[in-house]
């Protein structure tokens, strides 16, 4: 079964910074478009960010434009997900998923395999 592991989720006042992590020893993630989307309670799962490709081209959802950036280090076969300026609304599940389609997204049906999630919370 492939794996993609994330994490580095936690709880953090509004205003501080978290780094999300999102591994795999199954995939070469430079191989796949990888995506991170989140789910907060009651609502459906929205894309945040994806990288793609050997130049890291990257997208953002405008809800997120500034304040997060997304990273590949290829050598580590990882894919970051640098958070900054956290909210009380970016709290949610976050989850990493991969498509091998190598097309940027933020469609979940799109995506070929997931993550099982890391949790922020963001509150005072």
């Known amino acids: 079964q492939v794996q993609l592991v994330e994490s580095g989720g936690g709880l953090v006042q509004p205003g501080a910074s978290l780094r999300l992590s999102c591994a795999s020893p199954?995939?070469?993630?430079?191989?796949?478009?990888i995506g991170w989307f989140r789910q907060a309670p009651g609502q459906e799962r929205e894309g945040v960010s994806c990288i793609v490709g050997s130049d890291g081209s990257a997208t953002y959802a405008d809800s997120v434009k500034g304040r997060f950036t997304i990273s590949r280090d290829n050598a580590k076969n990882t894919v970051y997900l640098q958070m900054n300026s956290l909210k009380p609304e970016d709290t949610a599940v976050y989850y990493c998923?991969?498509?091998?389609?190598?097309?940027?997204?933020?469609?979940?049906?799109?995506?070929?395999?997931w993550g099982k999630g890391t949790l922020v919370t963001v509150s005072s």
């Open positions: 199954d995939l070469n993630l430079e191989t796949y478009a």
């Open positions: 998923a991969a498509d091998r389609a190598m097309y940027c997204s933020f469609s979940t049906r799109a995506m070929d395999y």
